[in-house]
Nanobody, 123 residues
Framework: QVQLVESGGGLVQAGGSLRLSCAAS????????VGWFRQAPGKEREFVAG????????RYADSVKGRFTISRDNAKNTVYLQMNSLKPEETAVYYC????????????????WGKGTLVTVSS
């Protein structure tokens, strides 16, 4: 059974930092590209960052470039998202889906999803 478990969310003040983790099990982790998506209340789920199987290719949404960093440790089956200079509008549930094909960073392309972790940024 494939499981993706996000952790590290919480309450932070605007301008602060958080580091999210995503632990995977039940799949050959190194064969999957992994992304971070987020969904704010009343809004659609949106792409934040993505990293390919080996970590050689990384993509970011324009809104987070320069502030967020995605990384992975295949030996630990874990992906991370370091988030700096957080803004109140980035309050959302953050998800880390896995994609076997690794061809596009879209919601429909993802094969497996975790339940998410809530990030709340106060002003």
């Amino acid at each position: 059974q494939v499981q993706l478990v996000e952790s590290g969310g919480g309450l932070v003040q605007a301008g602060g930092s958080l580091r999210l983790s995503c632990a995977a099990s039940g799949l050959t982790f190194s064969r999957y590209a992994v992304g971070w998506f987020r969904q704010a209340p009343g809004k659609e789920r949106e792409f934040v960052a993505g990293i390919t199987r080996s970590g050689s290719i990384i993509r970011y949404a324009d809104s987070v470039k320069g502030r967020f960093t995605i990384s992975r440790d295949n030996a630990k089956n874990t992906v991370y998202l370091q988030m700096n200079s957080l803004k109140p509008e980035e309050t959302a549930v953050y998800y880390c889906p896995a994609d076997y094909r690794g061809s596009s960073w879209s919601v429909p392309a993802m094969d497996y999803w975790g339940k998410g972790t809530l990030v709340t940024v106060s002003s």
